[in-house]
């Protein structure tokens, strides 16, 4: 037999050994896998995968401290690293395959211990599991009809939730005014807290995923009935003392003094509060008018100015062309002197560590809310990030002329397609809570959902992923000069 067969078997074999080896998992790759899966939340929706993966890399580990075998560790690391990926795989399609149940689940997590019952919550855990179990194994027909029985307890567990998260509160402040005496005393808005008592049990009942709805209609009914027992409250001490009566009514004039007087007008003690609210309404209008025409002035000097110019230097054509952008500056730079003022008074609202403020070059404003964290997979809004979402209401409700547009992004943990759908969830359920809350708004509000195509950190830390996986609120400056009523929102404070 000739030499040269056994020669080219040789250099094959080493050729392969030698491949083999280069694309042969380190331990730091196998580490990544397993850290991805994780945070793509596979121990929850990929277990056995991701359980096979942790022990493959542990006892490669393992082999690593006692120097074993090598080619032992390497298959190790091999097996670790394909089960994470198929981990971090089936737990995107299950969480985009059953992202309702998986919301319903997190909605009852997030809400905490104390609104749900121990025998539910096992139970309902119990049938996710099936869910979970049937899907890794790819029955997807079986996973389905199980999805449909831990549906069935999940609805039950939120709605036994929802009425401690939600109508309880209402029925604690609508009690608490009865005892005040807020029939007699403050009928209307009683009547109202019921009402809306009334509106969040139906809601709870039809719909118990409508959590944002929920808490708008909670906080709604325990102000009225906060306000009616303040109401009720006052009546009381009055009828006790009929003195205080004066009391108060010197204590009130005195407020609307101290604002007459900065608006630099007078009131008569003998004018109804109707007509002295009429008047300071008024006397703001004059001012806010006042205001206006002084910037239309000078926007008409500025102009007859540049027209004049041109006239002179014969070159009116190009001339237009810098007036516009002259206008088009001045335009933006007053608008960035009246963000700035007001971002100044925002700066109380919130803790930086918290939300971030930014003021881009086109005078638009960004809240960029750092702890507005969801869970991985998940749109479902945090029940304590409430507060700070009610806190970028009241700051939409200082810029009241302003579009606003909420922007979701993600690390890049998962794939593109995964992340850009799961951004716009996000995005459209922040634009949902906004919407809840602020049901007067007329700007248009929208969302947009951004992927992991707009990061500002690295992502290759965790500390990046985290600031990657944000929402930014979007107050947009007007993008042109319309008119020289919208040019200004100091027209609406």
Known sequence: MSFRPFFLLFISLTAFSFTQSVHATTLNEAKQAVAEAEALRAAEFSPAHFNNARKSLSQAQNLLIKRGNHDKIRELLDRSASQAATASKTAQQFSQNFSGLVESRDRLQLAGDEYTRDDLA???????????????????????????????????????????????????????????????YAPKALKEAIKTQKQVESLIKSDPDAQTRAYALSQQGKRSAQHASRIADMGSKFRKKPQRLETWVDASDARMAILASALDIQLDRSQTPEIQLSLLKQAIVDMQNEYQAQLNDADKQSRDLTEKLAKYEGDMANMEGELADMAEIRRKLQLKREAEAKIKRLTKLFNPDEVEILLTPDADVIFRMKTLNFRSGSAVIPPQAYLLLD??????????????????????????????????????????????????????????GLGEESPIANNETAAGRTKNRRIDIILVAPRAALDASTQSEATAH
């Open 122 to 184: 096992e139970r309902s855990e119990k049938e996710f599991s099936r869910v979970v179990e049937a899907a890794e194994k790819g029955n997807m027909k079986k996973a389905r009809r199980e999805a449909v029985n831990a549906r069935r307890t999940l609805k039950t567990e939120q709605i036994v939730a929802a009425r401690e998260q939600f109508a309880r509160p209402i029925g604690k402040a609508v009690a608490n005014a009865r005892n005040n005496r807020a029939r007699d």
């Open 391 to 448: 806190n970028a209401i009241k700051s939409i409700e200082i810029f009241p002329n302003r579009n606003v547009r909420i922007e979701g992004h993600t690390d890049f943990m998962g794939s593109n397609a995964y992340n850009q759908v799961l951004s716009e969830r996000r995005a459209n359920a922040v634009k949902e809570y906004l919407h809840q809350n602020m049901p007067e708004f007329t700007p248009e509000l929208s969302a947009l």
